[in-house]
């Protein structure tokens, strides 16, 4: 099954947040990625 979730957190002081997230998603679902906008 082949499933792709967006999250989008526009504003700047949230990536800490993006990146925790992404971090502890990433143990469980090696195939995860992550695209930051500068």
């Known amino acids: 099954m082949n499933q ?14 993006i ?4 971090k502890e998603t990433l143990k469980a679902h090696k195939n995860l990625g992550i695209t930051l906008q500068a």
């Open 19 to 22: 990146l925790e997230v992404y």
């Open 4 to 17: 792709e979730v967006i999250i989008s957190m526009a504003v700047t002081d949230r990536t800490d947040s």
